[in-house]
Nanobody, 123 residues
Framework: RVQLVESGGGSVQAGGSLRLSCIVS????????LAWFRQLPGKGREGVAS????????AYSDSVQGRFAISRDSAANTAYLQMSSLNTEETGVYFC????????????????WGQGTQVTVPS
């Protein structure tokens, strides 16, 4: 059974940085990808970054391009989301998810999710 556990959330001032971690266990598929999503208050789940396990290719939403970076430590079975220049509108719950297929940023394609970690950027 695949399990994903996020950590690293917290409160950060506007303009600050935060690094989220996602520990993945039980993943035995060849290939696939991992993505980070966020759910902002009153909005749907938005994909912000994804990484292909096989090729290392990454993809980002326009809203975070140039400010967020997704990476992976294969030996530690951990993925990261480095976030910088955070603004108050990015307060929400951040999730990691994985799928045994091609790289997408749409939540509907993912069937293995973590429980989420809260990120707060106070106004």
């Amino acid at each position: 059974r695949v399990q994903l556990v996020e950590s690293g959330g917290g409160s950060v001032q506007a303009g600050g940085s935060l690094r989220l971690s996602c520990i993945v266990s039980g993943y035995t598929y060849t290939g696939g990808c991992l993505a980070w999503f966020r759910q902002l208050p009153g909005k749907g789940r938005e994909g912000v970054a994804s990484l292909d396990f096989g090729t290392g290719s990454t993809a980002y939403s326009d809203s975070v391009q140039g400010r967020f970076a997704i990476s992976r430590d294969s030996a530690a079975n951990t993925a990261y989301l480095q976030m910088s220049s955070l603004n108050t509108e990015e307060t929400g719950v951040y999730f990691c998810a994985t799928r045994a297929g091609a790289l997408y940023l749409a939540a509907g394609w993912y069937n293995m999710w973590g429980q989420g970690t809260q990120v707060t950027v106070p106004s």
